[in-house]
């Protein structure tokens, strides 16, 4: 330490000096100081007031500055000293540096830079607003061949990549380009993996996106697939896996997406329809979520139906019921839940037997997988009268449905089941159907369903209540009561906040409701009246004209 506290006495009169030579060899002994024993080399280097000295010594021209670079880049690896540099004011020349033409002073600065920002955000975005971002990506298409340089450079925008303010400035450079041409050149796994970690933070921008797909990204990662499928290694099954969920992740911007199904003939669009049969379950996952993703407008899902990918969902589905792979199940399902979505697909998907394999995973434990099985179906009857009602009247669905309203640990799988339920009376408009409901116990859920907070939810509830009314109200009666409906469209129609369709329909389903003497009693128990009268000056004609017409049955029947 005696040796440490000499040298750094006599850098501080060296650099005063500016004898290159004393500090050069003042750094020497700095280095192999914090090589021996880099904390207390550290603490040291900073009570004796170092760092405020080393602004200056970071020149372009004078021949120490890799040096100088590669000793705040060692200190900068200990936490305590990252503030003390920023103190000190190093951060500004370090970023003129890396203009420099030295490889060397590049590499040590980028180092330099890289730990004095480690792991903070707030710093990371401070070399963001300096501009260094395209600095960076300039050198990495000017020094491609230097792998210690390339290597900086990458691990600079993974940990920049990370931050949202940094995409737009991306966004603005060619790093799409860079990345694929420094992707096409590596062989060995490692590397591909430091490029794929920038690239994924990347991806996630729309516009970057777009930019990775026509910079040939694409055609990189099927050769990929296509390398690692039957491989075996650790490192083949890694890079087949990020590989292909990279794919995916290109597919969730909406032009990049469509400029890859190319009205459904694009070569990548085809290729990805081959991994849905493969025997491997990452590409079968792959193939069923680049589907969904396609499956995004109307015209492309349009087209998928017409050209036989319900068919191969199927099948794919098929093979997962009893080897139960969840990821695989909840993709397919997705990609059918979308398939469905326009409406001249509904009759074509139910007539392939969609609804029938569906059902197969009615047995499920799995929250995911009963969503999108619910959210599948839910879309499939749609309009279809027939569908909803042979799904309405099939008393094993209609009970599970049930069990899922009272699924409290899992919203989407509660507000789901809710809402099929709804769909299953409102689409078939059958007694039936309303029959097996009221059998099942799920005239409660339909109840509570319409007090939710989505309005969307609180009217399907209230028009598949009405319907259960008009065709059954005998039958429901009982559950009304003890689901407190009455005082519930009480409150819907005394609450200002409720939409125009809230309080027309609640009213409707009060008229209907008016048919029964226990629920009659409750009517006039609460004094509807006087909530419906005040509605007859409602802004909305469709409101007020009702308000009139319920006011006259309360009053004719009061």
């Not at 030295?102 to 040590?108: H, R």
């Not at 380009?177 to 996630?204: D, Y």
């Not at 025997?279 to 109307?298: P, T, W, Y």
């Not at 309080?503 to 009659?520: D, Q, T, V």
């Amino acid at each position: 330490m005696d040796n440490l506290s000499d040298a750094l006495e006599k850098l501080k009169l060296a650099s005063k000096d500016s004898a290159t030579d004393s500090v050069d060899s003042c750094l020497d002994c700095l280095l192999k100081a914090l090589a021996n024993n880099h904390t207390e080399a550290s603490v040291k280097i900073q009570e004796m007031g170092v760092l405020t000295l080393l602004p200056t010594l970071l020149s372009p021209q004078s021949s120490c500055t890799p040096k100088v670079a590669n000793l705040i880049a060692e200190l900068a690896k200990n936490e305590f000293m990252r503030g003390p540099c920023v103190e000190a004011g190093l951060i500004p020349p370090l970023i003129q540096l890396l203009t420099s033409s030295d490889q060397e002073v590049l590499l040590q600065t980028g180092r330099a830079l890289g730990n004095i920002c480690y792991d903070s955000h707030s710093l990371q975005a401070q070399l963001i607003n300096m501009g260094v971002i395209p600095t960076l990506v300039k050198l990495l298409g000017i020094h491609s061949d230097n792998v210690a340089l390339t290597e900086m450079c990458l691990i600079a925008f993974g940990n920049l990549a990370e931050l949202d303010s940094s995409k737009e400035q991306f966004a603005s450079t060619n790093i799409a380009e860079e990345l694929v041409r420094l992707f096409q050149k590596q062989t060995e796994h490692e590397k591909k993996e430091m490029i794929f970690e920038v690239l994924a933070p990347l991806a996630e921008n729309d516009v970057i996106k777009l930019q990775l797909v026509e910079a040939g990204l694409v055609e990189c990662l099927l050769e990929v697939v296509a390398q690692t499928v039957d491989g075996e290694r650790e490192e083949d099954v890694a890079q087949l896996k990020t590989s292909s969920d990279l794919m995916v992740l290109l597919l969730l911007g909406d032009e990049s997406m469509q400029k890859l199904f190319e009205g459904g003939k694009g070569s990548v669009f085809q290729r990805v329809l081959s991994w849905i049969p493969s025997h491997n379950h990452q590409l079968q996952l792959a193939g069923a979520l680049a589907i969904a993703n396609f499956a995004r407008n109307d015209g492309n899902c349009i087209h998928m139906v017409d050209t036989g990918i319900v068919q191969k969902l199927l099948e794919l589905l098929d093979r997962h019921v009893d080897e139960g792979n969840v990821t695989v199940q909840h993709a397919a399902l997705s990609a059918l839940r979308n398939l469905a979505i326009p409406v001249v697909n509904k009759s074509k998907m139910l007539s392939a037997g969609v609804a029938d394999v569906v059902l197969k995973f009615l047995q499920s434990e799995m929250p995911p997988v009963q969503f999108k099985l619910l959210g599948t179906l839910r879309m499939l009857i749609d309009t279809q009268a027939e569908a909803a009602d042979q799904l309405g009247t099939n008393g094993k669905l209609v009970e599970r449905l049930v069990e899922w309203c009272e699924a409290k640990d899992h919203a989407g799988v509660m507000g789901e089941s809710n809402r099929l339920l709804s769909a299953l009376i409102r689409h078939s408009k059958s007694k039936e159907v309303v029959k097996t409901v009221i059998q099942g116990g799920g005239v409660k859920h339909l109840v509570t369903m319409a007090t939710s907070e989505h309005m969307i939810m609180q009217n399907e509830a209230l028009v598949a209540l009405g319907l259960i009314a008009a065709l059954d109200l005998v039958a429901a009666e009982k559950d009304f009561v003890v689901s407190s409906l009455v005082s519930v469209l009480h409150k819907l129609l005394s609450d200002e906040r409720s939409a125009p369709e809230i309080k027309y329909n609640s009213m409707i389903l009060i008229c209907a409701a008016m048919g029964s003497e226990p629920l009659h009693k409750e009517v006039q128990s609460l004094a509807f009246i006087d909530v419906v009268s005040r509605l007859r000056a409602h802004e909305n004609k469709t409101v007020s004209h009702q308000a009139s017409l319920t006011e006259q049955r309360l009053t004719a029947q009061s």
